[in-house]
């Protein structure tokens, strides 16, 4: 089957679903692609700053649907994922036959790969596609997807997919794949956010110089992507969110329940989410994930720049 | 002061007590730069190993130490340490006067301070130097070294670190900070090897590709230097010891201690020394760090390759 791309003379439409800092990134990417982009978002102001960069609102995700090649969904968990679907003016009731649905939402594999045959008993693709990577990424088409699905789900995706990505993973046929690899990386970001928070506020308790410890430790086997760059916000006591202390209450959530579901035990996540858990119970749970260290700062008097030191 | 180095005409004696994998290749690094050095172990097959590559053996730590201008403790932790110096036959009987005992053991900061006011109460230097870098970095002369001491001690220990060390932290004016940095970097490694190991299996369990795996976490934001270290024993299924085991039972079990006194919280820290006493518990103790991943199959019927898969 050939891609939508190779219909010389006919532009591909994609509909937005969900337009905030990640999703209007993505869509102004496809725009820039030269796809046709209309977006929906339950903010009429979101809907709004989407125009006015020259795109074009939809007064419901089914309306966004109706004429949509790609329907891309940029919200934030499964029951919205759902919503989006198959809620009241979902896209469901609109999506063309053969039209693909791309899910970017971190989920459970399983709830994946349910949606999954759902949309497809309705004669639709549905293509499994987390995504990795902050704002500034997803407004210059250079995001990491994590994605399965059947070939054709992939090969009607596919100019939404090079719009947006720097890379794409094709990891199987089979939506429940790439998300079951985007929670492998949720449990191993969420653990080494925590491990780095935890170590920085020990070195903070001890009076060593936080700079130094941050250039011995990016150096050496300590290391790990979470604490050379969340330390930095500590260093600088900024804990504007980036991605907030709530996303990995939701994310070592989901990886604990599966784990329980398949009888795997994960003491560091259980660990790590008792720390979340906490952060968001002292009222930072919209702050920044780095504010963990705020809360380790806390319970043990170390002083941390821009808090208490 | 001037170096050892700068006093033309005479060469520096080192003395090199451990000569394991570790303590062997640094006192052949030392031999290439030009320095004189003689070797202790409690095994004597190992110093004839370091005779047989043109050393020098003593009998006893303090035959070794007699002559030397530098002394480069090279054992496993500070009870060793404390024998190496203050037990029977122990270097501090016969140190020369400003001479410099380099330290580079892990241990509890506060014990670090101990020895080194013991030493310079007997008149002669003490540098707090843990070393991070495997046998092949020590062999090459390409450690990392954490090190702080008076500058007298750094000046005297100047020959031995130019020899070693690829990278030399100098850290302070004082014994244990070194150590304390250290035990900085073994907090987060100890952990990122247990959240590396829960990952890994996690994925196994889930049946993914374990190559496919590796490939995407090491490109993500999930990656750590030991996921990308220790993976690719688990993927190799190849449990031969580069660093064991028991090395996490100590050293996290330091950092505990630690926190217990400062009462500073560690719940990462704790879930983590449980899997390595686990790991112990079952038989693994000598194994490769890596091993946890083995324990979590154990514990979950994961399939991993070489073990069960």
Known sequence: MPSLTENPGRTVVAAVIGLGSMGLGMARSMKRAGLDVVGYDISSAAIDRFVAVG?????????????????????????????????????????KSKAVFISSATMDPAVACDLSQRAEALGFHYLDA???????????????????????????????LDAMAGKVYELGDAA???????????????VHIAAACEAITFAAKQGLDLDKVYEVITASAGNSWMFENRVRHVLAGDYTPLSAIEIFVKDLGIVQDMARSERYP?????????????ASGAGMGRDDDSSLARLYAQLSGAKLPGVNG
């Open 55 to 95: 795109g074009r609102g939809a007064a419901t995700p089914a309306n966004a649907a109706k004429n949509a090649d790609i329907v891309v969904s940029v919200v934030v968990n499964s029951a919205q994922t759902e919503a989006v679907l198959f809620g009241t003016h979902g896209v469901a009731e609109a999506m």
């Open 130 to 160: 987390p995504i990795s990577g902050g704002a500034t990424k997803a407004v210059n088409g250079d995001l990491t997807i994590m994605a399965s699905g059947s070939k054709q789900a992939f090969d009607a995706a596919r100019p939404a």
């Open 176 to 190: 429940g794949t790439g998300a079951a690899f985007k929670m492998i990386n949720q449990l191993l970001a969420g």
């Open 266 to 278: 994960v003491p560091l996540v259980a660990a790590a989410l008792q720390m979340y858990l906490a």
